[in-house]
């Protein structure tokens, strides 16, 4: 599995930014997927996650309500839609997959990680 993650850039606090991560699998292959991020000297954390099984994806207490994770199965596409960005969204967001059955939220699960993409939001 690979992931490759694209859309970051610079922002001014208040607009919006759209991840995209293209998912390079088997065909018909199963798995969760999300994004993640990191700022300088802090720990990576989940930002939102979508199952492969329902719809109802997982979101961080900080970005619910303003980002959105999408996903096209049929593409093995994954999207991350940010609005209403804020300075402390600044940070490299990676896109990454699991395939085993652990837990959603716990980052060790998650087996296959992209390349990670710069977010930078300007107060």
């Known amino acids: 599995v690979q992931l490759q993650a694209c859309g970051g850039g610079f922002s001014q606090a208040g607009a919006s930014l759209r991840l995209t991560c293209t998912v390079t699998?088997?065909?018909?292959?199963?798995?969760?997927a999300g994004w993640f991020r990191q700022a300088p000297g802090k720990e990576r954390e989940l930002v939102a996650i979508m199952p492969w099984r329902g719809d109802r994806p997982v979101y961080s207490n900080s970005v619910r309500g303003r980002f959105t994770i999408s996903r096209i199965k049929a593409k093995d596409t994954v999207y991350l839609q940010m609005n209403n960005l804020k300075p402390e969204d600044t940070a490299v967001y990676y896109c990454?997959?699991?395939?085993?059955?652990?837990?959603?939220?716990?980052?060790?699960?998650?087996?296959?990680w992209g390349q990670g993409t710069q977010v930078t939001v300007s107060s």
């Open positions: 990454a997959a699991k395939t085993n059955a652990g837990t959603l939220d716990q980052i060790s699960n998650y087996e296959h």
């Open positions: 699998v088997h065909s018909g292959s199963a798995y969760d």
